[in-house]
T-cell receptor
Framework: NAGVTQTPKFQVLKTGQSMTLQCAQD?????MSWYRQDPGMGLRLIHY???????DQGEVPNGYNVSRSTTEDFPLRLLSAAPSQTSVYFC?????????????FGSGTQLSVL | GDSVTQMEGPVTLSEEACLTI???????????LFWYVQYPGEGLQLLLK?????DKGSNKGFEATYRKETTSFHLEKGSVQVSDSAVYFC?????????????FGAGTRLAVHP
């Protein structure tokens, strides 16, 4: 009963470094998304995917890349980290259909860029 | 564009006090409305939802009624417990760019003291 699994839980980067935040779900959800959470601003959508091979930009996509080669995995890449990307990142997948709409969130990645 | 506005926190209450967290929204069409809760160190979890006007969502003693005339979805609980201490997010589901997207409010932190 894993749900949405995010790794790592914590990460510290230097400006200009690159890294990938991993996200995997085992619920066969087509829709997956990445959010960042900043104080006083709630959650803002970075990128989302409605199925394998399909991705699109959200509200704050600059500085981030995504890909969706399988239904299960939706990694988020920072190609050249900047201090403005210090935040808490959440991956989510969405249940739809007869069971009703509901987002399942991972436990988050706290990222600091120095 | 579509948006969600929540009352600013933190909200500090004594155990067994009544809780109201205000939420208003702006949206075209007929969005579904949600309350998500984030306990310390965890990702968000769906608390309750309502999919049409006058619907009441309820869970764990919390309630919220979808009021189309006032574009509101206020969260209420008659008697809070220390374990209710968390951050509460109001959200709406909107159809944009061909897909459903969730838009979150900024979150309201609730602290309940014994």
């Amino acid at each position: 009963n894993a749900g949405v699994t995010q790794t790592p839980k914590f990460q510290v980067l230097k400006t200009g470094q690159s890294m990938t935040l991993q996200c995997a779900q085992d619920m066969n959800h087509e829709y997956m998304s990445w959010y960042r959470q900043d104080p006083g601003m709630g959650l803002r959508l970075i990128h989302y995917s409605v199925g394998a091979g399909i991705t699109d930009q959200g509200e704050v996509p600059n500085g981030y890349n995504v890909s969706r080669s399988t239904t299960e995995d939706f990694p988020l890449r920072l190609l050249s980290a900047a201090p403005s990307q210090t935040s808490v990142y959440f991956c989510a997948s969405r249940q739809t259909g007869l069971l009703g709409e509901k987002l399942f969130f991972g436990s988050g990645t706290q990222l600091s860029v120095l | 564009g579509d948006s969600v506005t929540q009352m600013e926190g933190p909200v500090t209450l004594s155990e067994e006090a009544c809780l109201t967290i205000n939420c208003t929204y702006t949206a075209t069409g007929y969005p579904s409305l949600f309350w998500y809760v984030q306990y310390p160190g965890e990702g968000l979890q769906l608390l309750l939802k309502a999919t049409k006007a006058d619907d009441k969502g309820s869970n764990k003693g919390f309630e919220a009624t979808y009021r189309k005339e006032t574009t509101s979805f206020h969260l209420e609980k008659g008697s809070v417990q220390v374990s209710d201490s968390a951050v509460y997010f109001c959200a709406l589901s909107t159809f944009s760019g061909g897909y459903n997207k969730l838009i979150f409010g900024a979150g309201t932190r609730l602290a309940v003291h014994p």
